[in-house]
């Protein structure tokens, strides 16, 4: 088969269980091939008489003493080698508990692994744990080669049993191995052509297992990504310096600054030692440009095309490996780092931890050393990402706790909106000044006006006490009315969906109206679900003297007990996508004004409550004016 044109390496990590023979199997496949260079296994052996020891393959990669004394690989160990078709970067992992952190780096910048399984030992903790975190780090192209096959006297069903064990597995994480290939590393026995030991296997070889994988898209051909390094002054220039991480760019592109959304066009690309300055830049490359507008910027801001934005947001769930000395805890602050930016973050949830060697998973509040889990994170600064499965360079960051690297992880934002701001389109606009203030509508009126904002799951009595609430004030003679979710639904909101953006966005529109009838004066009864913290924040923004966030309160066993629309039956049987507390999530209020508890009180409880609060925080006293 003819060298490929472009002969660019492809990466991939080898990774298995401790002493499953990785190192070895590595090292006769680039002898085997003919990538080592002429002497080097004749001096391996020399050195191993020196010092009284017998030839070992796995020697060749073990270019660390320490290794060679505790005879396991505590770091990565990098080889290049090629076949007839193109050539190869071997990333050696260690398989060694201890050395996960140091297996997580090297597969998560490969292009495809190779998973080693000893036929004898079979499928191990390790090997089910490294194939979860090829999952977990996107690796979508992984081999897996059943290794020391001398030592199972080359017998087929052996292999048999060993790799549907392993199928079985990786199937139900959804990874779709290539071929599974019997081996021996210490033998050569199919590692180049087939092997006269196992007439029975018609399958590729390891080097052919190679040559299958496909080589990944370029992210040369993703929307850009240049995350700001940071802004040198150089003579009267501006230099704008970071990596492009994805995507190309050209003088007199409008590149837009996020967060922030400022933007200006390229004015150059800086270089040094060039014969002329480079019109173009692309992915891979570190470079500096200059602006036509002196915008302000600071390393951690992420320069793009105005077309193809990244996501702004301040929550975000996570894959996460954990590696810390302590345990990751709910509640507890974390350093993120993701590209050049860093953020302290919240742990806000812990939703699954998950055994990698059983595919169980547990609700808990902490994940241990060495544990995996999903998770969510919280920041108060607006953090700029990309999802893990379009962007993997801008959508995968790492944890530090205190000085240490301690975790690392993957980004979705399944459940939750991107909260880009679309800022103010339309131009040429200006206020319009009343000239009845708010307290003349209030002396009016006799009391305060206002946003009542009930918060809680479907069918936790939001709409049931708005309603009363409203008929009791009303009949007091107070101007109060009721906003509710299903009637917005039918009117304003009515090309709505209920996608996490579509909820935004509809929680949004009814906060611009709320704040529109509490300036006229009216109390503003509002009963959504507005499952996400931060719409919540932001409608308290638009009228932060009027907002009164009140949390109707009833665990989700309650909610489904009840079930007044059907609604929790319809989620559960997969009628409804996106349903809040079952397929997508609630977040409570950390501070709310007023807690009604529903699942513990009452309907007229809660009543009491709320007209006790309405009428202490609302009325107007007589000597103000009020009645």
């Known amino acids: 088969m003819a060298a490929e044109a472009d002969d660019a390496p492809l990466k991939v990590a080898v990774v298995g269980h401790v002493d499953h023979g990785k190192s070895?199997?590595?090292?006769?496949?680039?002898?085997?091939?003919?990538?080592?260079?002429?002497?080097k296994v004749e001096a391996i052996k020399a050195m191993s008489e020196r010092r009284g020891m017998p030839f070992e393959w796995a020697f060749l990669l073990d270019a660390l003493q320490a290794e060679r004394d505790q005879g396991i690989t505590i770091d990565t160990s990098e080889i290049r080698f090629r076949t007839q078709r193109r050539s190869y970067v071997l990333i050696d992992a260690p398989g060694h508990k201890e050395f996960l952190k140091n297996m997580v780096t090297g597969a998560a910048s490969a292009d495809a692994a190779l998973l080693v399984i000893d036929a004898k030992e079979g499928v191990q903790e390790q090997s089910r744990r490294h194939g979860y975190l090829l999952h977990l780090l996107g690796v979508r192209q992984v081999g897996v080669a059943i290794n020391k096959m001398d030592l199972a006297q080359y017998d087929q069903g052996r292999f048999l049993e060993v790799a549907a064990a392993m199928r079985a597995y990786l199937d139900e994480i959804g990874v779709?191995?290539?071929?599974?290939?019997?081996?021996?590393?210490?033998?050569?026995?199919?590692?180049?052509?087939?092997?006269?030991?196992?007439?029975?296997?018609?399958?590729?070889?390891?080097?052919?297992?190679?040559?299958?994988?496909?080589?990944?898209?370029?992210?040369?051909?993703?929307?850009?990504?240049?995350?700001?390094?940071?802004v040198y002054k150089f003579d009267e220039r501006r230099i704008v310096v970071g990596r492009v991480e994805s995507g190309r760019l050209k003088v007199g592109d409008r590149l837009t600054f996020a967060p922030g959304a400022k933007s200006a066009r390229i004015a150059s690309i800086e270089a040094w030692h060039v014969p002329e300055p480079p019109k173009t830049a692309e992915a891979g490359q570190s470079i500096g440009i200059t602006l036509d507008e002196p915008i302000f910027l600071e390393r951690g801001h992420v320069a793009h095309h105005e077309n193809h934005p990244p996501i702004e947001t301040h929550v975000f769930r996570a894959r996460l490996f954990w590696l810390g000395r302590e345990p990751l805890v709910k509640g507890k602050r974390y350093k993120l780092k993701l590209a050049t930016a860093e953020h302290?973050?919240?742990?806000?949830?812990?939703?699954?931890?998950?055994?990698?060697?059983?595919?169980?998973?547990?609700?808990?509040?902490?994940v241990p050393r060495n544990g995996i889990a999903e998770v969510v994170l919280r920041a108060r600064s607006?953090?700029?990402?990309?999802?893990?499965?379009?962007?993997?360079?801008?959508?995968?960051?790492v944890l530090?706790?205190?000085?240490?690297?301690?975790?690392?992880?993957?980004?979705?934002?399944?459940?939750?909106?991107?909260?880009?701001?679309?800022?103010?389109?339309?131009?040429?606009?200006?206020?319009?000044?009343?000239?009845?203030?708010?307290?003349?509508?209030w002396a009016a009126n006799g009391h305060k006006s206002g946003i009542l904002w009930f918060t809680g799951l479907s069918g936790a009595g939001k709409t049931t006490l708005a309603i009363e609430l409203e008929q009791r004030l009303f009949r007091k003679g107070w101007h109060v009315y009721v906003l509710d979710g299903d009637n917005v639904r039918h009117g304003l909101s009515a090309d709505l969906a209920f996608s996490p953006e579509d909820r935004a966005e509809n929680v949004r529109r009814v906060g611009e109206v709320a704040a529109l009838f509490a300036g006229s004066g009216v109390l503003v009864i509002a009963a959504f679900i507005s499952p996400y913290r931060a719409d919540r924040d932001r409608v308290r923004a638009i009228a932060p003297a009027l907002f009164h966030e009140v949390f109707v309160k009833a665990d989700l066993g309650t909610c489904e007990g009840r079930d007044p629309k059907g609604l929790y039956r319809k989620a559960r049987a997969g009628l409804i996508t996106d349903f809040t507390g079952v397929s997508a999530p609630y977040e409570e209020p950390?501070?709310?004004?007023?807690?009604?508890?529903?699942?513990?009180?009452?309907?007229?409880?809660?009543?009491?409550?709320?007209?006790?609060?309405?009428?202490?925080?609302?009325?107007?006293?007589?000597?103000?004016?009020?009645?």
């Open 24 to 39: 070895t199997l590595v090292a006769r496949l680039v002898h085997d091939t003919g990538s080592l260079p002429e002497g």
């Open 176 to 230: 779709n191995a290539a071929s599974y290939v019997p081996v021996s590393g210490r033998g050569g026995d199919g590692i180049v052509g087939p092997a006269a030991t196992m007439p029975w296997y018609r399958g590729p070889s390891l080097a052919d297992l190679f040559d299958g994988f496909e080589r990944p898209s370029s992210p040369v051909d993703r929307p850009l990504r240049l995350p700001v390094q940071d």
């Open 344 to 366: 302290w973050i919240e742990v806000q949830s812990i939703e699954r931890v998950i055994d990698a060697a059983e595919l169980k998973s547990q609700p808990g509040h902490e």
């Open 382 to 397: 607006t953090i700029v990402l990309d999802e893990y499965a379009e962007l993997p360079r801008t959508g995968r960051f």
């Open 400 to 441: 530090v706790d205190g000085y240490d690297l301690a975790g690392g992880g993957t980004i979705t934002m399944e459940g939750y909106p991107r909260q880009r701001q679309s800022g103010v389109r339309s131009t040429n606009l200006g206020n319009v000044e009343h000239r009845v203030d708010l307290t003349q509508r």
């Open 590 to 627: 950390e501070a709310p004004e007023l807690v009604v508890d529903t699942g513990h009180a009452g309907i007229e409880d809660c009543l009491s409550r709320l007209v006790d609060y309405v009428e202490r925080g609302f009325a107007l006293d007589a000597a103000s004016g009020g009645r």
